[in-house]
């Protein structure tokens, strides 16, 4: 195979074997854009090194050949005394991971070249500048030598000066500093800086090489989920140079407006500089469009190149370029990052132009951005004072008070304050406090630590590994830079979309996306926000586009208006449990404490008109869209008191000897019903099967619901009635029957067809093993990926995510939760055989997803891909499901 490529020989297509940055320069090259001549090493090449420690044999001979070649085109050649051709050295994965690894400039400067280079340019003070920064680059990430070190000497030799900036510093001072870092270089690696041009290349191309695996790096993989063996390739590129006086420079430009989308010349240039000194922020840059004013013909012209890379890319870029003595080169660009709001903005102006479809409008933005665009924000137009900027862990915007422990958070919280819970790191010992609070603030961890795991898991706003921020949980306070401190009580704000910290309040505003959604602002109205537009557009084009019908998880009218508000086409999932919750519990209690029919009978026919008005408003707020009902789940155990409160009770009464009858009855109930692993135990069908008349009072509720909705509302019903936690068709041959009786019974007192279908949840792995046979008695399939992921994993789904789920994911054994996004493999391979085996018994079975995957955009693309009818996910997150079906689609 061959390891080596020339730029005219790539594509950016090519990114897997040439990174990013060489497959992009490959690209501006073929386009006839002014790219420095050069060459990229393939990833293929660093994987040999990596898994070897060896270059590839080839490799040497093939980097000869095209340096060859490279010297015949510039008509010098690599370090010639007398006019040497100077290569940079840079690393290009196929992922950016900015800064994460080494580049080196101005390889081919020795004692013998730097005179001829003075010579060409016409400029001592360059020359000897140029090779200043080899050796300190070079010294530094090739030889390992300690930054500081240069730097420390740079600065003492300005300082003996007496000047401020390193352009004050001429000739004669670069060369004798060039003298003090070869000294650096051989007292500190026991070696003479390399003078052989060839010798100096080759250890530059290692050294990028070995920086795939620097600790930063992985780290930087690991929280960015980019696989570890992908390797970098290198790019060698001759160098042109910013910093051959006033009519040369350096600078970043981006096709539009990375933060809005918009239009217009947005960038940075730096007179005399080259591109370290930008990034280092050693002078002030100064806006792109000054260029016009300083070089006219450059200026022009990289707007043109601008246009043309935007019409070929079509999408926003990303540039670095330089100018040499009024010739611009183009140094890199890339398709450029954006945030979640222009996202949606450019996409739907690239349609305008012309440059792309509505299909690939929707491939250009996805869910998590969307989300992101729902979440309440500070308002930007309010004074803030920000402290600190750290890892934006979990999105939100959050103001309290500061707390620095969990039972200060709790306490607080219950009084009714709102507290930011400010810890070094969290621990499962937290998770009250988290919970108590309004977000999460942490010194150190990445994205991938215990609070940000967790904070995402709730919803929580969070900002994690604040390193600057100074968190003394024993002084309860916290240190900023500056000086600034929070005691424990101060108010502070954080931003978990950006991971800024910020004293005091800052006022939270609506998102604008979410009051579209809501129908309070229209996209239609002139002055409406241009973003709400852009989101009205791609919603139009995913809901014209999708396959997948999405529903919503609710249980009382007004989230299912909301739902509705919010596009949702029906409720797959409303669980009557949430029904029995508050006064109705006692209802409850009486129900599992009834030793006679009588007693029984009378509990039930307390809750049945209850219910039946609970289904009636559900009805309503979804009349005419289907509304799956789900009968009774949870183990009863949930409705009772807590073992422990209530023994402690009854023991105290009883020392007291005036323990209640009730009591000792109830008491006697949760012994009985308490279970080791009640997830496991007499829950879901299972209530239904051993507590009579239970099931046919809530199927009864839903008849009589329905049967009224149609006759005195003339409303138009359409109830599914499913069965939790089925694990054998049995079960469900047993609930039909005497629910279809109840239902007959009520239409015939009715005068109606109901037309109620009957279904079940496949939530257990015999249930997804046997769906074929569960299908001759079911109308449908509800896919409860919830329960189904806890027990094909056996991970407690109560448990896991608070306990061992960190250091899973810090392991790498997932990249993320299986609660969160399905696991295809496992769970997701029993959805698609269960769903394959139920259409081959019943080809019109209806299947859905009602787990929370119904909500995440990967799961969506799953779900899509094995042919379920629809996806069902709490209101909120209806809209994200709505894009991702149609992304799916597209
Ligand atoms: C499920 O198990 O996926 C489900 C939707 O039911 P619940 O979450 O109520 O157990
Ligand atoms: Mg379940």
Request: aromatic content about 6%; proline content about 4%; hydrophobic content about 40%.
């Amino acid at each position: 195979s061959k390891f080596v490529y020339d730029f005219t020989e790539g594509n950016k297509d090519l990114k897997d074997l040439l990174g990013g940055k060489g497959a992009n320069l490959a690209e501006m090259t073929n386009l006839g854009l002014p790219v420095p001549p050069g060459f990229t090493i393939t990833t293929e090449a660093c994987k040999v090194y990596l898994d070897s420690g060896q270059e590839p044999a080839a490799l040497r001979a093939e980097v000869t050949e095209h340096l060859e070649a490279l010297e015949a085109t510039m008509g010098k050649k690599l370090g010639q005394a007398d006019n040497p051709l100077l290569v940079s050295v840079r690393s290009g994965a196929k992922f950016s991971m900015p800064g994460m690894m080494d580049t080196v400039l101005n390889i081919g400067l020795s004692d013998a070249s730097v005179s001829g280079l003075a010579t060409q340019a016409g400029d001592e003070r360059f020359a000897w500048d140029s090779y200043r920064r080899l050796i300190q680059m070079f010294g530094k990430t090739v030889l390992g030598v300690d930054g500081e070190l240069f730097e420390e000497a740079l600065e003492e030799a300005k300082r003996a000066k007496g000047v401020r900036v390193d352009v004050d510093l001429d000739a004669a001072d670069l060369k004798a500093l060039v003298g003090q870092f070869k000294d650096i270089v051989a007292k500190e690696t026991g070696r003479d800086f390399p003078q052989e041009p060839r010798e100096q290349m080759d250890l530059a191309i290692r050294a990028v090489f070995d920086s795939w695996n620097t600790d930063r790096a992985k780290l930087y993989r690991r929280q960015e989920r980019i696989p570890g063996d992908l390797g970098t390739a290198v790019n060698v590129c001759s160098m042109v140079f910013g910093n051959l006086g006033p009519d040369s420079g350096t600078g970043v430009a981006f096709t539009r407006d990375p933060a809005s989308g918009q239009q217009g010349v947005y960038g940075d240039y730096l007179q005399n500089a080259q591109g370290e000194d930008v990034v280092a922020g050693i002078r002030n840059t100064v806006p792109l469009a000054d260029l016009e004013g300083i070089d006219k013909p450059s200026y022009d012209e990289l707007m043109h190149i601008m246009e043309t890379l935007e019409t070929h890319y079509k999408d926003l870029c990303d540039i670095e370029f330089t100018i040499e003595r009024g010739k611009l080169w183009m140094l890199q660009t890339r398709v450029g990052k954006r945030t979640a709001g222009a996202a949606f903005r450019i996409a739907t102006q690239l349609v305008d132009q012309g440059l792309i479809d509505e299909a690939e409008a929707l491939q250009r933005v996805n869910g998590a951005q969307l989300a992101q665009l729902m979440f309440p924000r500070f308002d930007e137009t309010a004074k803030t004072q920000m402290i600190g900027r750290a890892i934006a862990a979990s999105p939100g915007a959050a103001v309290g008070k500061a707390v620095f422990d969990s039972y200060t958070a709790v306490k607080w919280s219950r009084s009714g304050e709102k507290v930011i819970l400010i810890r070094r790191e969290t621990n499962p010992d937290d998770l009250n406090g988290m919970i108590a609070a309004e977000g999460i603030l942490t010194s150190r961890g990445g994205k991938t630590s215990h609070a940000a795991v967790v904070a995402r898991g709730m919803g929580k706003t969070c900002v994690c590994g604040a390193e600057e921020l100074e968190v003394d949980t024993k002084r309860r306070c916290l240190t900023a830079p500056g000086g600034i401190v929070v005691e424990e009580g101060d108010l502070i704000s954080i931003d978990g979309s950006s991971g800024k910290v910020y004293l005091g309040e800052v006022p939270v505003v609506p998102s604008p996306v979410v009051e579209y959604f809501e129908g309070r602002m229209h996209a239609g109205a002139d002055d409406a926000d241009e973003l709400v537009k852009a989101v009205h557009r791609i919603m139009a084009y995913a809901d014209r586009v999708r396959r997948l019908r999405v529903r919503a998880n609710a249980d009382n009218a007004e989230d299912a208006a909301r739902a509705r508000r919010f596009g949702a086409q029906g409720i797959g999932l409303c669980r009557t449990e949430h029904m029995f919750l508050g006064e109705r519990r006692e209802m409850v209690e009486r129900l599992i404490l009834a030793d006679t029919d009588a007693d029984r009978e009378a509990a039930l026919g307390g809750l049945l008109p209850l219910q039946k008005a609970d289904f009636v408003e559900l009805f309503e707020a979804m009349d005419g869209l289907p509304v799956t009902v789900r009968l009774l789940d949870p183990p009863l155990h949930e409705f009772l008191p807590d073992i422990t409160e209530l023994s402690v009770r009854v023991a105290l009464a009883e020392s007291r000897k005036d323990a209640n009858e009730n009591d000792l009855r109830l008491l006697q109930a949760v012994h009985k019903l308490h279970e080791q692993n009640p997830m496991l135990g007499l829950r879901g069908v299972r209530l239904g099967l051993v507590i009579p008349g239970l099931f046919a009072m809530q199927v009864r509720a839903i008849a009589e619901a329905a049967a009224e909705r149609k006759n005195a509302a003339k409303g138009d019903p359409r109830a599914e009635i499913m069965i939790p936690l089925v694990g054998t068709v049995q079960e469900l041959e047993i609930v039909r029957e005497e629910a279809e009786q109840v239902i007959a019974e009520v239409e015939a007192a009715r005068g109606v067809d109901l037309k109620l279908t009957l279904g079940t949840m496949i939530e257990l792995p015999r249930a997804a093993l046997t769906a074929g046979q569960i299908a001759e008695s079911a109308d449908f399939f509800s896919f409860g990926t919830n329960d189904l992921t806890q027990t094909v994993w056996g991970f407690s789904r109560d448990d896991v995510e608070a306990s061992f789920f960190t250091a899973y994911l810090e392991k790498g054994i997932f990249g993320v939760s299986p609660f969160e996004t399905i696991d295809k493999d496992g769970v997701g391979s029993l959805v698609r055989s269960a769903a394959e085996a139920g259409r081959a018994t019943r080809p019109d079975l209806k299947l859905g997803v009602c787990g929370e995957h119904g909500g995440d955009p990967e799961s969506v693309h799953f779900f899509h891909e094995v042919g379920l009818d629809y996806v069902s996910c709490s209101p909120f997150r209806i809209p994200v499901a709505r894009l991702e079906a149609g992304r799916a689609a597209a």
